[in-house]
């Protein structure tokens, strides 16, 4: 849901500003949600042992 809103969104603004930025709009999209979701899996993971062990 959220790449496809940042896509419109950001498809949108490189539309506007011209044929030499066509594209940049889906890459940047896709680059937000990547970082977006390895940060979450990077606190998920973090945190992994302690609701394995201490959540018993």
């Known amino acids: 849901m959220a790449l ?3 896509n419109v969104l ?3 603004l490189s ?3 011209g ?3 066509y594209g940049y709009g ?3 999209a ?6 977006f ?3 979450m899996l990077e606190y998920k993971l973090g945190r992994l ?3 394995t062990f201490m959540l018993q």
């Open 10 to 12: 950001l498809s949108v």
């Open 19 to 21: 044929v030499a930025y």
């Open 37 to 39: 979701a390895l940060r």
């Open 4 to 6: 496809s809103v940042l």
């Open 30 to 35: 896709m680059l937000i949600t990547v970082v």
């Open 49 to 51: 042992e302690y609701e």
């Open 26 to 28: 889906f890459a940047l």
């Open 15 to 17: 539309l506007r500003l």
